[in-house]
């Protein structure tokens, strides 16, 4: 996890510098795609590609393992990570689309990238298989353990407990600094929200008035979402309509939302608006 790199020796925090991601907290646009599948891109400044001044396929990065990729009638959201030998790995999980939609370049699966400046070309890799990275992305801490026939002295296991609870201190100081980050946490969320709960939704449910509600939903420790009030309407229907529709939520990852939690969702939709 990366919460755990902030409680490694200086040898290890060395290392991790010198692999920073490239792509955090940047913003691409799809330049050229061949029937080969490689895909070329141009750096430019930040752009939400759900309104109209996004007319081209594009592709962005938050500081963690988001991605958001899409145009402004069809887009996606998901995790990215950058594994050895410049492969960068996408996989979706959320989208928004459309009627009648310019299909915009997809980003799935394994990448060979080649980062020149301003410039990025991603080639497909059709039969990367994925090492097993469960040190970088489960924490570095497992190196430490002992041989399973090893001899353990009473120090080295106080030691040992020692260290994990300075992790474990660690942890929670790194986690309540991300709430505060946007960038981080719930950005993903709010794509899906909003892809399906805008203005699309409330006039295929036919709302005549102009609608101001707040949904409390109950964050679990695995990810799951649960409804647990929608207050501002009186309209049955609608809130039946909405809570369905929540219903279809991924479970979401640790890192992009809290867990164990309820949130205060608001619902706001202006007829002719």
């Not at 070329?40 to 396929?57: A, H, Q």
């Not at 060979?112 to 991603?122: A, N």
């Not at 201190?169 to 946007?182: D, K, Q």
Request: aromatic fraction near 10%; proline fraction near 4%.
């Amino acid at each position: 996890m990366k919460y755990l790199f902030i409680a490694l020796c200086s040898a290890l925090a060395t290392n991790a510098a010198a692999q920073q991601n490239p792509f955090a907290k940047t913003t691409w646009q799809v330049t050229a795609s061949g029937e080969d599948g490689v895909i070329n891109l141009k750096k430019i400044k930040p752009v939400d590609f759900m309104k109209k001044d996004g007319p081209f396929t594009g592709l962005s990065f938050d500081q963690a393992t988001v991605f958001h990729s899409g145009n402004s009638c069809e887009g996606y959201a998901g995790g990215y990570k950058i594994n050895p030998d410049q492969v960068l790995v996408f996989e979706p999980r959320d989208g928004y689309a459309g009627e009648n939609c310019q299909k915009p370049v997809n980003f799935e699966g394994a990448y060979q990238y080649r980062l020149d400046g301003e410039v990025l070309t991603l080639a497909p890799m059709e039969d990367y298989e994925e090492e097993s990275n469960e040190e970088d992305y489960e924490g570095a801490a497992a190196t430490a353990e002992p041989a399973a026939d090893a001899e353990v002295s009473e120090e080295a296991v106080a030691a040992m407990a020692a260290e994990a609870a300075a992790e474990e201190a660690a942890t929670m100081v790194t986690a309540e600094a991300e709430v505060a980050s946007p960038v981080i946490k719930y950005e993903s969320f709010k794509t899906w929200t909003k892809a399906h709960l805008g203005k699309e939704f409330f006039q295929k449910q036919q709302v005549k008035e102009n609608v101001d509600i707040v949904v409390s939903l109950w964050i679990e420790e695995n990810g799951k979402t649960t409804v647990q009030e929608v207050s501002g309407t009186g309209n049955e229907s609608l809130k039946r309509a909405i809570t369905d529709e929540l219903a279809k939520m991924p479970y979401w990852n640790h890192g992009e939302v809290d867990f164990n939690k309820t949130i205060k969702v608001p619902l706001r939709y202006k007829v002719g608006g």
